[in-house]
């Protein structure tokens, strides 16, 4: 036989953490017969099944394994069982000391479980025995039983509260009324003031304060009041009235007794004055009684005092400010002697004028104004040229006071101020230039008997002369000038106008470069600045002449018969100058040249010319026409019998006079070069140039030619002249213009 054993383990852990194991072994048997069957079958076992233990208040992971059955291929197991915690409660239960159930708390958690407890007592109860301050959560849930009893607050009187404020430790409780400061506090005060005759106040304040605690039944909201301290009752004792002589006091403090029912009170003690008088006697130096003065009033009082000294007198020692009145009246003496009143200078008086301080005294005559005062002056007033007044003044005031005895009403007066002298400074008199003034203002010495004074200073305008020059800067000399006398300052007015003498002169040719007048200038003080130059430029105008000149080429034969037409050609030939408005003269340029191209010779059949071609030339102005002649000379040809032709002559008959169209052509040259001759006496020549006979204007240029040179030149017997009598031209024009001679006066400033 054989055996196999299987072993089931099941262990089981308590909520405490201790672990309990359970084996179940299952064992099977299998028989082994060799001559038979070879693989015969196993017995079969069991593992029988296990109740898990109940826990109260846990739950096990499984309330039971099962039972089963064991084969020959099963393993060994291994089963775990635990337990987890049930929910559950603890009540707490509040009984009042009648053992009636006030309120209860139920504590949550699990079996088992430490839970810490909040109390949760009923509002307004507090708690006679103890809550515990935490509980374990067992299945059963016994409850615990705490007593209770009715809250109770005390209030002191010095934490008064007010109705409807929490009550600390409870959670919708209230303080009622009756609670506060005044409610728990009584303070009885007597202030007694006594004011002395001078004001002076010294406040004696008795004062008693009862107090009482109160406390509050939380539940029911009821006060109970403690008693009142001192016994509720309190003396307040005699307060002491001094007596002041000559004064009657108010009334008396006497001993009270006071409850927290006394209501405060205050005591004003004061003292009233009796009526009393201070006698003040006025004496002359000699010792003689001259008046007295008694001031009334009440004790004490300090009476303002206003002397009453007799008239004419004045305090000698002091009547005092005010007086203290006393029960005694000892008299005051003070000495008066002979009032003096002194007048000062700014505060004269009139005869007759009342005497301050004095009842029924005035002043006499000599205290006025004029009798204290002696204002002297002198003014001085400069006009400049332009009318302008500046004025100095100088002032001197003497001034002395007097004096005047209130009794025998004479008169004393003081020195002049200044000692009596004083001196005015020299004023300056400005220097205007260009005029003289009227004058000076030297110092002098003033006293109070030298009358007030006024000086005026004017001013002359000196006399100018102004000269205006007009320069012909072209040929640097001068053409005249003009002289003006005037005063300084005054608006220079020539006789004659510059503006139209330059119009004149411009007129004859000129133009105006620079004029350093201009209408309204003044004289100035020195006549350099008077002085005045117009330069004036010549002007000038283009000017132009022209020459056609002629090529003519002839072509003939031998005998000058024309084979061919002629050929012409012309170019005009300009010279450009520039001629002087005022002297008329003119300056030439290098005249311009002109071109001819080459002529090439015609063919003529059956001939030869003599030139192929008249080549290219160049003309100039002056150069005479020209001519040229090509003669053809017919060619040789096969002989042939004669045939007489249209005129009756041969063709090959040779011209008698070959050189006559070359006459001819000299002919006409010599013709030109003669009209050239005639030109050149009249106007001159330069580099075979030959003058224009006649002056065209410049917008008549011929654009065929062209110049070789702009370059200016001046041409014999045309250049610049001086024209010697040009003053006297101007003379003659400014004549002309009426400016001179008979020309009319202008009016002078």
């Known amino acids: 036989m054989l055996k196999k054993t299987a072993t089931r383990t099941i262990n089981v852990t308590t909520p405490d953490g201790k672990t309990a194991t359970v084996k179940q072994t299952a064992t099977w048997a299998k028989r082994v017969d060799f001559g038979k069957d070879a693989h015969p079958d196993w017995t079969t076992g069991e593992w029988t099944s296990y109740d898990v233990p109940i826990i109260p208040g846990y739950t096990a992971s499984q309330s039971n394994v099962a ?43 699990k079996t088992d479980e430490t839970v810490k407890v909040t109390p949760d007592v009923p509002d307004g109860y507090v708690v006679k025995g103890e809550v515990p301050s935490e509980v374990t959560i067992k ?208 505060k004269p008086v009139n005869k007759g004028d009342l005497i301050p301080d004095t009842k029924d005294k005035h002043y006499p005559e000599g205290l006025t104004h004029n009798d204290l005062n002696k204002t002297v002056t002198r003014e001085i007033t400069i006009i400049d040229p332009t009318g302008k007044k500046s004025t100095t003044t100088q002032t001197v005031t003497f001034t002395r006071g007097a004096t005047v005895d209130e009794v025998t009403n004479k008169v004393t007066y003081d020195d002049w101020s200044e000692n009596g002298k004083h001196t005015f400074d020299k004023v300056d008199v400005p220097t205007v230039l260009g005029y003289t003034a009227s004058g000076e203002v030297p110092s002098i010495v003033v006293t109070p008997e030298t009358q007030s004074s006024k000086v005026d200073i ?63 200038i003044k004289y100035q003080n020195d006549n350099k600045s008077n002085s005045f130059e117009v330069h004036l430029v010549h002007t000038y105008e283009p000017v132009e002449t022209s020459q056609t000149i002629t090529e003519t080429v002839h072509y003939i034969d031998a005998n000058g018969k024309p084979v061919a037409p002629d050929h012409v050609a012309t170019v005009v030939v300009k010279v450009t100058g520039t001629r002087d408005k005022v002297t008329d003269s003119i300056t030439w340029n290098t005249p311009s040249t002109g071109h001819f191209d080459e002529v090439i010779s015609p063919v003529v059949p059956n001939m030869t010319p003599d030139k192929k071609l008249i080549p290219s030339h160049d003309v100039q102005y002056g150069d005479s026409d020209i001519t040229e002649s090509v003669v053809y000379t017919p060619d040789e040809i096969p002989s042939e019998p004669e045939k007489p032709n249209d005129q009756g002559k041969p063709n090959s008959k ?14 006409t040259s010599e013709k030109s070069n003669k009209s050239s001759k005639e030109v050149s006496k009249q106007f001159g020549t330069i ?63």
Request: proline letters at 6%.
């Open 67 to 109: 039972k089963e059955a064991v084969t020959g291929t099963t393993k060994d197991q291994t089963v775990n069982i635990t337990y987890t915690a049930n929910d559950g409660t603890q009540t707490i239960i509040y009984q009042g000391e009648d053992d009636s159930e006030i309120g209860k708390q139920v504590i949550h958690g």
């Open 458 to 520: 004017t001013y002359t305008a000196n006399a100018q002369t102004a000269t205006i020059t007009y320069i012909d800067d072209t040929e640097k000399k001068t053409l005249g000038s003009d002289k003006q006398n005037g005063k300084f300052n005054q608006v220079i007015t020539f006789e004659h106008d510059p503006a139209e003498v330059i119009k004149g002169l411009e007129e004859k040719g000129y133009k105006l470069v620079s004029n350093d007048f201009k209408p309204g």
């Open 139 to 346: 299945p059963d849930d016994t409850p615990i039983t705490i007593t209770i009893e009715h809250g109770k607050s005390h209030i002191d009187p010095d934490k008064p509260v007010n109705s409807g404020e929490h009550i600390p430790g409870t959670t919708d409780k209230t303080y009622p009324s009756g609670l506060t400061h005044d409610d728990l506090n009584k303070t009885i005060t007597r202030e007694v003031t006594i004011t002395d005759p001078t004001g002076k106040k010294s406040t004696t304040t008795q004062t008693v304060t009862f107090t009482r605690g109160a406390t509050v039944d939380e539940v029911t909201n009821k006060v109970t009041y403690d008693d009142w301290s001192e016994n509720g009752k309190h003396t307040f004792d005699k307060v002491d009235v001094p007596t002041v002589p000559g004064y009657t006091v108010s009334g008396e403090v006497p001993e009270v007794v006071v409850t927290p029912e006394t209501q405060s009170s205050k005591v004003n003690i004061a003292y009233t004055a009796n009526d009393g008088t201070q006698t003040i006697v006025y004496q002359d130096e000699d010792g003689s009684e001259i008046g007295k003065q008694v001031i009334s009033g009440k004790t004490d009082e300090k009476v303002k005092v206003t002397p009453d000294v007799p008239d004419g007198y004045v305090l000698k020692g002091e009547v005092p400010s005010e007086v203290t009145i006393k029960p005694d009246d000892t008299p005051i003496t003070v000495t008066v002697e002979h009032g003096k009143s002194h007048v000062t200078p700014d």
């Open 687 to 749: 580099a075979k140039t030959t003058i224009p006979e006649k002056l065209i204007d410049s917008r008549t240029v011929d654009n065929h030619v062209s110049a070789k040179s702009t370059a200016k030149q001046e041409l014999p017997q045309t250049g610049a002249t001086t024209n010697t009598g040009i003053w006297t031209g101007l003379v003659s024009m400014i004549a002309g213009l009426g400016l001179v001679g008979a020309s009319k006066k202008r009016k002078k400033n």
């Open 654 to 667: 040779t011209p008698e006079k070959p050189n006559k169209p070359c006459n001819s052509a000299s002919k």
